[in-house]
């Protein structure tokens, strides 16, 4: 279906990477359990593992199903081929893996998901890979903590929970002058909002548990290559330029389509690694993509309304939600993210940690829970859940207070969302007399 490459980005995330089945006449995209692949002869076998020829040899590394996931998503980024992995964290990791060696080191932005601080600052240390955390919101800190071994920047389009923007055509920009790759985590945008491929970014990650999958039914990531940086001869990255001992003496810069990343990422680091999404979980999240710009506009819409509220609350202290004119990093969010900067929001309740606990516990049509990008509204309260890890001068750095609540948006009526935040508000000062 690669006529479908032309069309609009509707069409695409329903049909791209599928045509109904010509024997049975299957109209939906099958759930390929198998773990491996039959060989039509020995010498197709030698091809595919020599990647002379591109085809299946075993679960681990493609999927039939995943590989649609696979290639819808790639369509919607503008890339050239994605790898999906069996959750968030794991395609970072991976990414990072096959960017990176032990001495090297990646800069992040510090307002990051939780999770990934864990995984960036002290997990990846282990393999000798260095994570250097920066304040985004000035693109120069990118610059000044960059040396001769830095191999990836890494920033999230809107940060989590702070929801800050950072500016990714002016750190494209440096990126570019340092032959740096620009590694983008979309998972609050998703290509609807969003394409970080047209104002620079070079790889593309995603949790796909979260706004893709829609449902809140199944952990995933995947990484997208945007096909757009220069490997060959790149004095950063010997290892792409150097015959890989690891894979048939292969010289990644040298793969036709400029397909150097993505291929390393899978033969090499899906490989050993293993850490491959689930066919099943592939297939939920096609289904969820296939609504995923009806979606995002309500998820926008009811952020937006429930940031207004919240806004005029005398309990509440501050809102972040860049969406709204006279927020820090409007200007931003109306340049990269006109169509609306998705369904998370976070604020601080005036009432300090008593008050956000007391909140939390109150509402009744908000759940508690540790996810996001759920048709399903949620609430959380970042210090005592997802950044629990995190010590308080941590917290501090990367601007969460002890009364922050986090709230993603779902899919319900706006009126019965803002009365539930009202009547939780509202215990949540009588908390704070008693
Ligand atoms: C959830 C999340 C992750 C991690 O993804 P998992 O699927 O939970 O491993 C990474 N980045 C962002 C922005 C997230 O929200």
């Keep these: 279906m690669d006529s479908k490459k032309q069309h609009g980005f509707d069409t695409r995330a329903i049909h791209y990477g599928f045509a109904p089945d010509e024997r049975s006449g299957t109209f939906?995209?099958?759930?390929?359990?198998?773990?491996?692949?039959?060989?039509?002869?020995s010498e197709y076998a030698r091809r595919l593992f020599t990647l002379e020829e591109e085809g299946n040899i075993y679960t681990r590394m493609q999927n039939p199903t995943t590989n649609i996931l696979e290639e819808r998503l790639a369509s919607l980024e503008g890339g050239i081929g994605a790898v999906a992995a069996s959750s968030g964290n794991?395609?970072?990791?991976?990414?990072?893996?096959?960017?990176?060696?032990?001495?090297?080191?990646i800069i992040s932005s510090r307002d990051i998901y939780g999770g990934s601080v864990n995984l960036f600052?002290?997990?990846?240390?282990?393999?000798?890979?260095?994570?250097?955390?920066?304040?985004?919101?000035?693109?120069?800190?990118?610059a000044r903590?960059?040396?001769?071994?830095t191999k990836a920047y890494f920033f999230e389009t809107v940060g989590n929970p702070t929801c800050n923007i950072t500016d990714i055509e002016a750190v494209a920009k440096i990126a570019r002058e340092k032959g740096i790759p620009v590694?983008?985590?979309?998972?609050?945008?998703?290509?609807?909002?969003?394409?970080?491929?047209?104002?620079?970014?070079?790889?593309?990650?995603?949790?796909?548990?979260?706004?893709?999958?829609?449902?809140?039914?199944?952990?995933?990531?995947?990484?997208?290559?945007?096909?757009?940086?220069?490997?060959?001869?790149?004095?950063?990255?010997?290892?792409?330029?150097?015959?890989?001992?690891?894979?048939?003496?292969?010289?990644?810069a040298d793969i036709p389509d400029?397909?150097?990343?993505?291929?390393?990422?899978?033969?090499?680091?899906?490989?050993?690694?293993?850490?491959?999404?689930?066919?099943?979980n592939a297939w939920l999240t096609l289904c969820g993509m296939e609504t995923l710009s009806l979606r995002m506009e309500r998820h926008c819409q009811n952020a937006k309304d429930a940031a207004e509220f919240l806004l005029k609350h005398p309990a509440v202290e501050k809102v972040n939600f860049p969406a709204?004119?006279?927020?820090?990093?409007?200007?931003?969010?109306?340049?990269?993210?006109?169509?609306?900067?998705?369904?998370?929001?976070?604020?601080?309740?005036?009432?300090?940690r008593e008050a956000g606990a007391k909140f939390i516990d109150s509402l009744q049509l908000f759940s508690h829970v540790a996810n996001l990008g759920d048709t399903k509204s949620l609430a959380t309260h970042p210090a005592s859940s997802t950044h629990s890890q995190l010590s308080l001068e941590q917290l501090e750095a990367i601007r969460i207070g002890p009364g922050t609540v986090r709230l993603s948006l779902g899919l319900e009526d706006i009126e019965d969302l803002i009365a539930d935040l009202e009547q939780a508000l509202t215990c949540s000062k009588l908390g704070m007399r008693n």
């Design 90 to 105: 794991a395609a970072e990791f991976m990414t990072f893996l096959t960017l990176a060696s032990s001495g090297d080191n």
């Design 258 to 280: 400029n397909k150097a990343f993505i291929v390393k990422l899978r033969a090499q680091i899906l490989r050993d690694i293993g850490a491959c999404q689930s066919p099943f």
């Design 145 to 149: 903590a960059t040396n001769e071994r």
């Design 324 to 352: 709204i004119p006279g927020q820090p990093h409007h200007q931003l969010a109306m340049k990269y993210f006109p169509k609306g900067i998705g369904g998370v929001l976070s604020f601080d309740l005036k009432g300090g």
């Design 28 to 41: 939906t995209v099958p759930i390929h359990m198998a773990s491996a692949y039959t060989f039509k002869s």
């Design 183 to 252: 590694i983008v985590d979309n998972t609050l945008t998703t290509p609807y909002l969003f394409r970080p491929k047209d104002f620079g970014a070079n790889i593309i990650i995603h949790s796909t548990t979260k706004f893709l999958s829609a449902h809140g039914t199944i952990i995933g990531g995947i990484t997208v290559d945007c096909g757009n940086f220069i490997w060959k001869d790149n004095p950063r990255f010997p290892d792409f330029n150097q015959p890989d001992s690891n894979y048939n003496n292969i010289i990644y």
């Design 121 to 142: 600052g002290k997990t990846m240390a282990r393999t000798g890979i260095s994570c250097t955390f920066v304040d985004g919101d000035d693109p120069e800190n990118f």
